[in-house]
């Protein structure tokens, strides 16, 4: 991954939180959906999405860093898929089996506080470094939950993945507005159905 010089070193805390288990897990999200939205993904559009979720700028991705990203994608999408703990653990081991290096830990040279990395080196290409960085967030949150650390949305009209964070009842879709959509749908099919006996 490549890290662009501060002007000064970010505070422990700061960099912490915009790169936790959670916030890398997010991000994994989140660059899962827009990679896998198109065959062709934008460059511009998921150097975006990096930085929103904290990666430092200036980010200028190339066509070639973007597909091997969107192979990354694909495969951890297989993840979000399992539907069961079990199934998510075997697609993880897969991934880290065939696509991660071994564990070592890295500063960038003192630009940031040390901290765990699975790709080869710090100037890994992107595909690498995204695969790396979200099986390892997949993994912890898998360890911590004993439970898949997402899935994909139940909505026929959507194919998103989203995370399964916290406790509480099995999470079906994406968002709010997806679980809404789907229940007016059931609604007026149970007004229709009853309607016409």
């Known amino acids: 991954m490549r890290y662009i010089a501060l002007v000064s070193p970010p505070s422990n805390d700061d960099w912490s939180t915009r790169h936790s288990v959670r916030a890398t897990a997010r991000r994994t999200a989140a660059l899962v959906n827009a990679l896998t939205a198109r065959s062709r993904p934008d460059p ?12 430092p700028g200036p980010l200028e991705l190339t066509a070639d860093d973007v597909a091997g990203m969107r192979a990354a994608a694909v495969r951890l999408r297989e993840v979000f898929a399992a539907g069961h703990v079990d199934g998510a653990a075997r697609a993880l081991n897969e991934l880290l089996r ?14 940031s506080p040390w901290h765990p990395h699975l790709d080869s080196d710090d100037e890994a290409p992107w595909g690498e ?49 997806c679980a809404t959509r789907e229940r007016v749908a059931a609604h007026r099919r149970a007004r229709a159905g009853s309607g016409s006996s």
């Open 129 to 177: 470094w995204f695969l790396a960085s979200s099986c390892m967030a997949l993994t912890v949150l898998l360890w911590d939950g004993q439970r898949p650390p997402g899935g994909l949305c139940s909505s026929p009209s959507c194919d998103s993945v989203f995370l399964t964070l916290g406790s509480g009842p099995e999470r079906r879709y994406c968002s709010r507005r």
């Open 98 to 111: 065939e696509g991660t290096g071994p564990l070592r830990l890295s500063s960038h040279d003192g630009r």
């Open 44 to 55: 511009g559009a998921i150097a975006g999405v990096l930085l929103d979720h904290g990666e």
